[in-house]
C-alpha cells in the first residue's frame, strides 16, 4: 500500500477531551456472550499489559491463547519496576487531577503524544488503584490505615502509589493471579515456554501466529480471530540496557514485516543513574532508583589529573579536596539541581565524560555522593537526641543510620554489585538505557494498521511521546491490559462474530511456518565464525555511540552504513551451535539479534529525520545556544510510522500529525 | 582467577546426567555468577561444542528465574542474593565450584542446569488469588488495612517463586512458597473472604505435584534470597486445621 499524502488517522473520537473516552465506549460496538465464546484471541506476553489483559478477556469471555517466552506468565521484566504507579486520585488534597496528570504527561513527553490517548490514561488510572487493591497488591500504608503516596520525578503533586521498591513486582503478581484464576477456569490456555516467530495474516487480517516450541523446537502453528502484542520494549538494541536479557523486539518485527508500522523508534529513554559498565563480559546495566537523586550530589572532578588518577586507581574520591570538584548539575542548573529531569541529567554526565573527567576505567562515570546527606542527617538527628556539640564520627554514625532507613535497599544492592560501600565512598554511576517511548503505531483502538492486530504496554508507542515520566510505564500497562484494549477490541472483533475458528492447516499458516523455518535453516547454513552475542554487542556499540544521549546527522548516517554491513558480515559470519529442534539458547538469541539489526536501522533513519531535539532525541544540531534542546513544533508535531519494506530498502515514512487543542505548547527550563 | 567447574550435563529429561569439569581461567572478580557462565559458554562454543543450557532473565534478583545449587547450596554461598546477583569475588582463585540444577521430583530436569518449576505455577492456579474481575473494585481507600498487618502481607508477597526452598528441602517441601502466598492473602481483609478454600486447594495441589512434607528442618528460610520466613508455614498450618474442621468442601 502506498499512500499519497502519507497521512495516517488516528481515529480519534470527536467531542470535548474530558468526555471523548466516556461517550466512545458507551457507543462502541459490542460482542454478545453468547458470540464471545465463539471467538479465539492470542495474546503475546504476561508483562503488566499482556497479563492484565488475557486475564479480563477471560472474565469476558473470549477464548483466550496467551503465550511466553518463560518457563512461568509470572517473570516478565514489569516485574523489576521500582518506584511506583502514578494515579490521579487526588487523595493528598493537593490540587492533583485528571487534567493535571493528563498536561504532565504530555509535557514531560515534549508534546510528541496524542492528546485524546493521554488524557484516557490519566482518565482511567484511578481504576487501576482500586483494581490493584481488590486483588491484594500490598501498597504502602499511612498509620491511618489508608494508602500512602509520593512525589516523583519532579512533579508538583503526590500521586505514585508505591510497595516498597517493588511495585512493579507486586502489580505483575496480581496481574498474574488473576491470569492464573483465569488459567484454572478455563477461560485462558496458557503456553509457556513458546515464542512468536511470525504474524500469519489471512485477507489482510491478523489472524495467527507461529510459536516456536523452546523445549522441541517444533514451529507451531496458532489461529485466533484477533491477535494482541504486549511484547514490551526494544531498549536490548544497545545490547547493554537495564532490560532483561531475554526482553528483544522479534514478535514486533515480524509483526513490522508483515506491514505494522513502526512508530517513533528513536524515542527513547536514557536513565541517568545506573551502576557502570565494569568490562567488555558484562551482560547487564543495573538501575539504582532516581529516588537516590533526593538526597545524593552528582559530580567529577574539576581537575583532569585528578579524574586521570581515579581512574588509574591512583587516588579516590575521598582524596579530591571539596574546591576541586564539579557539581556540574548545580553549576549548570541552579534550579533545580541535581533533581533536573531523566533525559537533562544523563546528557550532563555524557559532557562531563566527553570532556575527559569521567572516574571509572572506561571513562565512562560519575560520582554520586551522599556525604553532604550524611552529615545533614546527622547534625539534624544529633540534635532531635539533645547532643551538644558531638564528635564528627557520631554525627557520621547517626547520619548513616537515617540514609539506611531511607535508601537501605539500594545501597546493599549497589555494594553487593560494585563491591564498594556507598556510605564511605561515592557511588558512581552512569547513564543507561531503561525504557522505549517508541513502538508499533497504534490508533485510538491501539488497534495497529493490520486489522484485527493490536499493540498495548511498551510495545505501542500511544502515550509516552519523546519522554516518559517516572511512574507512568505500570500505569499506561494496566491501564491498556485491564481497561482500555478490553473495550476496543470489541470494535473490530463485533464485525467477525460470523467467522468460524481458524483453520491452522489453512496455506496460510503453512506458508508462515515455511518462512520461520527458511529463517532458521538460512541462520544454521551460514557455519561462521562469530557467536551471536559478539553481533548483538557491537550492534549495541554503535546504536549507543550514535543514536544514544546525543545525535549527529552525520554520526547518523555512519551509524546506519555500520549497521548495514554489520548485517552483512551477521548474515555471512554467524556461527550456530546444536540443532533446530531443541532447547538452543543460541538459536533464540540469533533469531532476536537478526530483528534487533533490522529495527537499529529503521532507528536510526527516524533519529535522521527528526531534525529537532526533543526528549529523548538530541540532536546536537538543534539546540539553543546554552545547551538546551531546541524543538521545532512547526516542522515535527507528528508521529513519525515506518513503513518496512525489505532490509536492503528505504524504509517509507508515514505522518501522523498531532493537533494540541487543549494545551500550550511550552518549551522545558530548568535553569 | 583461574577456576575449575564441576557441572552437571544432561542432554534431555529422559537422558542420564553427568558431571562434566571445565577449567575457566582469567575470570574477573567484578564477574557475576551468570556472567562467568556465559564467558564459558561462548568458550565452548568455539570450540563447536554444545553451551551448557541454564536459566535466567533480569539478572537483577527479582524475575525468579535463575536458580543452581553451587557448592551444595541454592542460589550459591551469599545469603539473601539469588544466583544473577552473586559476584565472582565470593569465590576464590584456584577453586573448584561444583554446579547442578535443582534436585526435586516435582522439578524434573530439562536439560543441564534447566528445570521444569510449572508445578509453582499449577499450586497459584488451585488458588492463590482474589476472585475479583477486572471493573468489580470498589474505591481503593474504602478499607482501611493496618499498616502493620499490610507490611507483614508485602513481607510474604515478596517471594519471587524460584523454587529454591524446595531445592533446600531434604523434602523437597514447597511449605514456604505455599504459606508465602496463603499468608499474603489470609493477612489482607480482601483475601479474607475465600481463605479457607484457598488454603485446602493450594495444599492439596501441592501434594498432588509429589512435594514433600515439612519436618521443621527451615532450610528453605536460609536459603530463600528473599528472606522469606517459617513463621508463614505455622499460619498456613493453622489455616489449613481451622479450614479443614470448617469446611466440607475444597473446591
Redesign the interface.
Known amino acids: 500500500m502506498h499512500m499519497d499524502n502519507l497521512n495516517l488517522n488516528g481515529n480519534v473520537p470527536s467531542g470535548d477531551l474530558a468526555d471523548k473516552w466516556t461517550t466512545y465506549r458507551s457507543t462502541l460496538p459490542l460482542v454478545a456472550p453468547n458470540n464471545k465464546l465463539k471467538i479465539e484471541i492470542i495474546v503475546v506476553g504476561t508483562g503488566l499489559a499482556g497479563a ?1 489483559a488475557a ?2 478477556l477471560g ?1 469476558l469471555g473470549y477464548l483466550v491463547k496467551c503465550y511466553t517466552f ?8 514489569s ?2 519496576a521500582q518506584g511506583g504507579i502514578n494515579a490521579a ?1 487526588n ?1 493528598r488534597n493537593d490540587g492533583d487531577s485528571v487534567f493535571r496528570l493528563f498536561y504532565d504527561t504530555i509535557k514531560g513527553g515534549d508534546y510528541r503524544s496524542r492528546e485524546a490517548n493521554v488524557y484516557r490514561l490519566a482518565e482511567v488510572s484511578t ?1 487501576i ?8 497488591v ?10 500512602d503516596n509520593r512525589s516523583f520525578g519532579g512533579v508538583q503533586v503526590s500521586r505514585t502509589f508505591y ?2 521498591g ?1 511495585t512493579g ?2 502489580l505483575l ?1 496480581g496481574a ?3 491470569l ?2 483465569q ?2 477456569l478455563g477461560n485462558v490456555k496458557m503456553f ?1 515456554r513458546h515464542e512468536m516467530i511470525e504474524l500469519v495474516l489471512k485477507d489482510g487480517k491478523a489472524r495467527g501466529i507461529i510459536a516456536r516450541n523452546l ?1 522441541t523446537g517444533e514451529l507451531e502453528k496458532h489461529g485466533a480471530h484477533a491477535v494482541v502484542l504486549a511484547t514490551g520494549g526494544y531498549g536490548n538494541v544497545f545490547y547493554l540496557s ?1 532490560n ?3 526482553c528483544n523486539v522479534t514478535a514486533a518485527m515480524r509483526a513490522v514485516a508483515k506491514g505494522a508500522f513502526m512508530a517513533n523508534p528513536c524515542f527513547t529513554q536514557i536513565h541517568p543513574t545506573c551502576i557502570p559498565q ?2 567488555e ?4 546495566l ?2 539504582m532508583s532516581e529516588s537516590l537523586r533526593n538526597d545524593g550530589r552528582v559530580w567529577v572532578p574539576a581537575k583532569k589529573e585528578d579524574a586521570k588518577a581515579i581512574r588509574d586507581g591512583v587516588k579516590t574520591a575521598l582524596d579530591i579536596p571539596e574546591a576541586d570538584r564539579d557539581y556540574f548539575l548545580e553549576r549548570r542548573y541552579p534550579a533545580f539541581g541535581n533533581l533536573v529531569p531523566r533525559d537533562v541529567a544523563s546528557r550532563a554526565a555524557k559532557t562531563a565524560c566527553d570532556e575527559g573527567n569521567g572516574i571509572v576505567p572506561t571513562g565512562l562515570g560519575v560520582f554520586l555522593d551522599f556525604s553532604a546527606a550524611i552529615e545533614r542527617y546527622g547534625k539534624s538527628k544529633a540534635n532531635i537526641l539533645g547532643l551538644s556539640n558531638p564528635a564528627h564520627a557520631k554525627v557520621i554514625e547517626l547520619g548513616e543510620k537515617v540514609i539506611e532507613e531511607k535508601y537501605g535497599n539500594l545501597f546493599e ?1 549497589y555494594e ?2 560494585s ?1 564498594e560501600n556507598p556510605y564511605k565512598f561515592p557511588m558512581k554511576i552512569y547513564p543507561a538505557v531503561h525504557y522505549t517511548m517508541g513502538g508499533l503505531w497504534v490508533d485510538y483502538n491501539l488497534m495497529t494498521n493490520v486489522p484485527g492486530l493490536f499493540s498495548i504496554g511498551e510495545s505501542n508507542f500511544s502515550d509516552h511521546g519523546a519522554n516518559r515520566l517516572g511512574a507512568s510505564a505500570l500505569m499506561q500497562g494496566l491501564a491498556d491490559g ?2 482500555v484494549l ?1 473495550y476496543t477490541i470489541g470494535t473490530f472483533l463485533s464485525e467477525d462474530i460470523s467467522t468460524p475458528k481458524l483453520d491452522v492447516h489453512a496455506p496460510e499458516f503453512t506458508a508462515a511456518a515455511d518462512l520461520a523455518k527458511q529463517r532458521i535453516d538460512k541462520l544454521f547454513a551460514i557455519k561462521g ?1 562469530q ?1 551471536a ?2 553481533f548483538h554487542r557491537r550492534l549495541g556499540k554503535i546504536i549507543w555511540e550514535y543514536c544514544g544521549m546525543s545525535r549527529t546527522a552525520e554520526g547518523l548516517t555512519s551509524a546506519r552504513q555500520q549497521v548495514r554491513a554489520l548485517r552483512d558480515e551477521f548474515y555471512a559470519d554467524l ?1 550456530l ?2 540443532v533446530a529442534n ?2 538452543n ?2 538459536l533464540e538469541k540469533a533469531l532476536r539479534v537478526a530483528d534487533f539489526i533490522d529495527l537499529g536501522e529503521i532507528m536510526v533513519v527516524d533519529a535522521l529525520d527528526r531534525n529537532e531535539s526533543c526528549g529523548g532525541h538530541f540532536r546536537e544540531e538543534y539546540q539553543t545556544p546554552d545547551g538546551e534542546a531546541l524543538r521545532r513544533d512547526d516542522e515535527y508535531a507528528y508521529v513519525s510510522a515506518w513503513e518496512f519494506k525489505g532490509a536492503d530498502q528505504d524504509p517509507i515514512l508515514h505522518k501522523e500529525m498531532l493537533h494540541f487543542d487543549n494545551v500550550e505548547l511550552k518549551t522545558r527550563s530548568y535553569k | 582467577m583461574k577456576l575449575t567447574l564441576k557441572i552437571w550435563r544432561q542432554p ?1 529429561q529422559n537422558v542420564k546426567g553427568k558431571f562434566e569439569t571445565y577449567s575457566l581461567d582469567n575470570v ?5 555468577f ?2 562467568m557462565l ?2 564459558l559458554n ?1 568458550k ?3 570450540e ?4 551448557i ?1 541454564f ?11 535463575c536458580s543452581l545449587v553451587i557448592n551444595g547450596q541454592p542460589h550459591g554461598p ?1 545469603q539473601g ?1 539469588t544466583t544473577c ?1 552473586l ?1 565472582m ?1 565470593n569465590f576464590k582463585d584456584g577453586e573448584t565450584i561444583v554446579i547442578e540444577p535443582y534436585r526435586a521430583s516435582a522439578f524434573p530436569v ?2 543441564d542446569l ?1 528445570v ?3 508445578a ?2 499449577r499450586i ?3 488458588g ?14 474504602a478499607i ?4 502493620d498487618v ?2 507483614h ?2 513481607d510474604a ?2 517471594c ?2 524460584c523454587g529454591a526452598c524446595v531445592a533446600a528441602c531434604p523434602n523437597s517441601s514447597a511449605m514456604l512458597f505455599t504459606s508465602a502466598k496463603v499468608a ?2 489470609a493477612l ?1 481483609p ?2 479474607k473472604v475465600e481463605a479457607q478454600k484457598r488454603v485446602l486447594n493450594m495444599v492439596r495441589q501441592m501434594d498432588l505435584e509429589n512435594f514433600g512434607n515439612c519436618s521443621n528442618i527451615t532450610a528453605c528460610e536460609a536459603e530463600c534470597p528473599k528472606g522469606i520466613s517459617v513463621s508463614n508455614i505455622a499460619l498456613m498450618n493453622r489455616e489449613f486445621l481451622s479450614a479443614s474442621f470448617s469446611s466440607n468442601d475444597a473446591n
Open positions: 492484565s486475564a479480563t472474565e518463560h518457563d512461568s506468565p509470572r517473570r516478565a521484566h516485574i523489576a486520585k487523595y481504576s488503584i482500586d483494581q490493584a487493591v481488590a486483588q491484594g500490598p501498597f504502602a500504608r499511612e498509620y491511618g490505615g489508608l494508602l510497595a516498597r517493588q513486582q507486586q503478581l498474574y493471579q488473576s492464573s484464576r488459567i484454572a509457556t523445549l537495564t532483561a536479557m531475554n565494569m568490562g563480559y558484562q551482560s547487564k543495573t538501575l544492592m553487593k554489585i563491591g485491564y481497561f478490553p565464525k557467536s552475542e559478539s556461527y551451535p546444536g531443541d532447547l539458547p543460541e | 534431555s574477573s572478580e567484578h564477574m557475576s551468570l556472567e556465559d564467558v561462548e565452548l562454543s568455539f563447536q561444542k554444545v553451551p543450557a536459566e535466567h532473565d533480569c539478572r537483577e534478583g527479582i524475575c525468579g528465574t551469599l542474593t546477583q559476584h569475588r530439562l536439560k534447566s521444569d518449576r510449572g509453582l505455577d497459584i492456579q488451585a492463590g488469588f482474589i476472585s475479583v474481575s477486572t471493573g468489580q473494585a470498589q474505591d481503593a481507600n482501611p488495612i493496618e499498616k499490610a507490611s502481607a508485602f508477597a515478596t519471587i517463586g499474603h492473602l489482607l480482601q483475601g
